[in-house]
């Protein structure tokens, strides 16, 4: 098994001297002979490809696996995993480099198979030669997970066959032992055979089959570098006496000798293998592959995947300037929990240790006044009870726009667990005014990081599923108001004098009016009633204008001497 990495650049540098000038062009002309032209050495690939001039694996893994030196597994350097450097990996890395490579393969070929109109992967397989058989649009890498996956499934019944096959081996034929040899005899022990005679048993096909699948095996771990494990005292075949040409020949003449389910799987588990690899040497296709050339187009489908995006027909991803949204999806209001709304995401494929900056900002900035815009035309979302009130109409006050990015990172060897974490560096404001939380052009961005072998696996197995999503999402949610709640301090604001109820909701109008220069996009009502007779007040924690904003409100407000944390609850 060969590694290269995506995006990496394979060429000699004096300095570092990493990479050899041997190695360089070995690697430019690898890349070359299977249509890349990238110039520079680069790699411009995720997947895998079986090469038949290297007769072995090349897998092209994404570029999260190199951190902020250029190391994978922050020790080791690029052109090892090419070289199969792997004496010093300890066996977590070696464990990882065998998995991580599978789980990336699985990734492409998902998106692959749920987007079959795709433009940016490739795909190559050598077409069985047997046509009855059916999955004939596979590559000699699923053969090969296939061989894997069954013995780890099967794992105690193959043990268990081999056991008795090695026994039945050593069964002594007594009788004529006895009749023809002669013992050894101690005083007082009993007599023993030193060359006792072994029956002689017809040829046991199951046997046959059983020791060309564990060949098989050997040669996977041996040749190829997959982890597996055999642990066998029983004479198995040579790679150099089990040629693909050979062992087809073999399979055809004991195809019909045993009749259980367990060895007819085996028995085309083995022959699809070694069908591949003879019409691999024997066709003029040079190689048999899967690879994405725009591998972030993938890891865009895998977060939409984990996210969800369930949404009303009018809200729509692809926007009316040209832009798409990466994710949108609803989920409980940060400051009414009872409600929904939009949460806006960009899936962000970087090298570790990269931020967006720039024109990433401003297009995350576009999307979120995009959502706005849609909102406020659409009837049917100003109607609709279970949203939020994206616009409060008695304060001209703006609801929270949730806005964030989320990046892929690799800190631990887990596929477990999705680690996200909130990066402090991700914080962001766009704003006309400043203090002016509720103003429409008051637009607030965070930057998540999240375990990408996590993702990856989430995506491959197809696990993601509505219970899972609601749990990412509160994490999000937590995550946004701890922000919030730390930046800003906030009050309810109730009327002193409650008038009427058909006269609330132009009290508050009245209240407002004279002081609306001074609180303008500080102030919203979050409910649709008419009857809400409070407001909450936002101020920035160290505002230049909170001592007059306040003075200004207490004429017609009681003001609540402790803060309200946002997205708890609301008053009644």
């Not at 997947?47 to 922050?74: H, R, W």
């Not at 997970?145 to 034929?173: G, P, T, W, Y």
């Not at 040629?243 to 087809?248: C, E, L, P, R, T």
């Not at 009316?320 to 995401?345: C, Q, V, W």
Request: glycine letters at 2%.
């Amino acid at each position: 098994m060969k590694i290269l990495i995506e995006d990496y650049k394979y060429i000699y540098d004096p300095q570092s001297q990493d990479i050899t000038v041997e190695d360089a062009r070995e690697i430019q002309e690898f890349l070359k002979s299977i249509g890349s032209r990238s110039k520079d050495g680069t790699v411009p690939y995720v997947g895998y490809i079986y090469s038949k001039a290297k007769e072995d694996c090349v897998f092209f893994l994404p570029k999260v696996i190199v951190d902020e030196q250029g190391k994978v597994l922050g020790k080791y350097k690029t052109i090892d995993l090419w070289k199969n450097n792997v004496d010093a990996f300890t066996k977590e890395e070696r464990d990882f480099l065998f998995s991580f490579p599978i789980w990336t393969y699985l990734a492409v070929n998902t998106y692959n198979r749920r987007n079959p109109e795709n433009i940016i992967v490739r795909k190559q397989t050598i077409s069985k030669m047997d046509s009855s058989k059916k999955d004939v649009n596979t590559t000699f890498l699923d053969c090969i997970l296939d061989i894997i996956r069954f013995a780890q499934e099967h794992k105690n019944v193959l043990l268990f066959k081999m056991q008795n096959l090695h026994h039945s081996m050593e069964r002594v034929n007594w009788p004529k032992t006895i009749s023809t040899q002669q013992p050894l005899l101690k005083k007082g022990k009993a007599p023993i055979y030193l060359q006792p005679i072994v029956k002689k048993k017809a040829i046991d096909y199951e046997e046959e089959l059983l020791v060309i699948y564990f060949s098989i095996l050997r040669i996977l771990k041996e040749h190829y570098g997959f982890q597996v494990d055999i642990n066998l005292n029983f004479e198995l075949i040579a790679e150099k006496e089990l040629d693909s040409k050979s062992g087809i020949k073999r399979l055809r003449e004991i195809r019909y000798k045993y009749f259980s389910d367990i060895t007819l799987k085996i028995w085309q588990l083995c022959y699809a293998y070694f069908e591949r690899k003879e019409k691999m040497k024997s066709s003029n296709v040079v190689e048999d592959y899967l690879i994405a050339s725009s591998f972030h187009t993938v890891f865009e489908a895998m977060v939409d995947e984990l996210l969800g995006n369930d949404l009303p027909a009018y809200m729509k991803k692809d926007q009316d300037d040209g832009k798409r949204i990466d994710h949108l999806f609803l989920y409980n209001s940060l400051i009414d929990p009872a409600l929904k709304t939009y949460y806006i995401a960009d899936s962000k494929y970087y090298e570790i240790g990269h931020r967006p900056q720039g024109p990433a900002l401003f297009k995350q900035y576009t999307y979120a006044r995009n959502v706005i815009q849609v909102r406020n035309k659409n009837k049917e979302d100003r109607r609709e009870k279970k949203y939020d009130m994206f616009r409060d109409d008695r304060t001209e006050g703006y609801n929270i726009v949730p806005n964030f990015f989320l990046s892929a990172y690799i800190k631990k060897l887990s596929y477990d667990t999705h680690d996200i974490v909130k990066s402090e560096e991700g914080d962001v404001n766009e704003f006309h005014f400043e203090n002016r939380l509720f103003d429409r052009e008051t637009l607030l961005l965070s930057q998540f990081d999240i375990n990408y072998l996590f993702v990856i696996k989430q995506y491959a197995t197809n696990a993601s599923n509505e219970s899972f999503r609601k749990e990412v999402h509160a994490i999000f949610r937590n995550h946004l108001l701890e922000r919030l709640n730390n930046e800003y301090c906030f009050k309810i604001l109730k009327l002193k004098q409650q008038p009427k109820a058909s006269f609330e909701k132009q009290a508050l109008l009245d209240a407002i009016a004279p002081l609306f220069r001074i609180v303008n996009g500080k102030v919203f009502c979050p409910k649709r009633d008419e009857q809400c007779t409070y407001l909450i007040l936002a101020l920035k924690k160290e505002g230049d204008d909170n001592k007059q904003v306040l003075k200004a409100v207490e004429t017609d407000f009681m003001i609540d001497n402790e803060d309200f944390k946002i997205g708890e609850y609301l008053p009644q």
